[in-house]
């Protein structure tokens, strides 16, 4: 039971931390991004791939984070014309051509097959359940992590103009605020945060293949941070905790009758009590 409350929290947290990437880009910004599972499969596997070459598990999180950055930049520089409507459809298919790329260079990436047999960072310290709750720990900690530099860039100069930009982008450029600069700075912000999801996930599952990067991660994002708020880094992580609790919670309901008697419309019989 310990073991999967601990598997419950570390969902929480890689959902909490790939929300507050979707507040500094969409809630700050208001660059709607419905890629984020694109860029958090290459997070993964950029950590994955290097965890298998032998390289330590923190340089593999930092190559993870630079690669996402690196994309966020470049595709915030091809989108820079675009607005609402058509940048979500361009980081869809963004997305959409990472995942294909996953599926197609088996030489790379494994395709369907996935990578499997990723190595655990410190799994020399502890095994078991202690080791859990020791990634527990170190998930924590990249949470705090990034939800202070979440913050501070929401307080910050900068965060009062890409909320200016968010509102109005043509009054803050007549501010003389280069808009094309601070969006792909806030793009960029997000894609570090992102970047280091993908690596607690690669590191945590030990496996990771495509079917695991797809649109519900973008679903999921947007629900946690439409839960706790627009504004709110706090609201965020509230939110994060209810969306991921509910969505685990609910596998059980199946083998619950009480559940087969709402579904099924009420009927008695379906409880086997006429």
């Known amino acids: 039971m310990i073991g999967y409350l601990t598997a419950i929290l570390i969902f929480v947290i890689i959902s909490a931390l790939i929300g507050l990437a979707l507040k500094l880009q969409w809630g700050q910004a208001g660059m709607v991004n419905f890629g984020i599972f694109g860029f958090f499969a290459v997070a993964a596997y950029v950590s994955g791939l290097s965890a298998l070459a032998g390289v330590p598990a923190l340089i593999g999180a930092a190559l993870a984070i630079l690669a996402t950055v690196a994309l966020s ?38 395709g369907a097959n996935g990578l499997p047999g990723i190595p655990w960072p410190l799994s020399e310290l502890a095994s078991g359940l202690q080791y859990e709750l020791l990634f527990l720990g170190l998930s924590l900690a990249v949470l705090a992590a990034c939800f202070a530099f979440a913050q501070m860039l929401t307080i910050s100069p900068f965060g009062r103009v890409l909320r200016a930009l968010r509102e109005d982008d043509l009054v803050t450029a007549t501010l003389c605020k280069t808009t094309l600069g601070f969006r792909v700075r806030a793009f ?40 706790g708020g627009r504004g709110s880094n706090t609201g965020l992580l509230l939110g994060a905790a209810s969306v991921m609790v509910q969505l685990e919670g609910t596998r059980f309901l199946k083998d619950r009758p009480f559940a087969h008697f709402v579904i099924r419309g009420g009927k008695d019989s379906d409880l086997g009590l006429v």
């Open 73 to 110: 930049i470049l595709v915030a520089l091809v989108s820079a014309r675009l607005r609402e409507d058509y940048l979500a459809i361009a980081t869809l298919a963004f997305a959409e051509a990472v995942r294909l790329f996953l599926l197609n260079e088996t030489w790379l990436t494994g």
């Open 188 to 227: 960029a912000a997000g894609g570090a945060i992102i970047g280091a999801a993908g690596s607690l996930h690669s590191f945590y599952f030990s496996y990771i293949d495509p079917p695991q990067f797809g649109t519900f991660v973008t679903a999921n994002a947007f629900m946690a941070m439409i839960a």
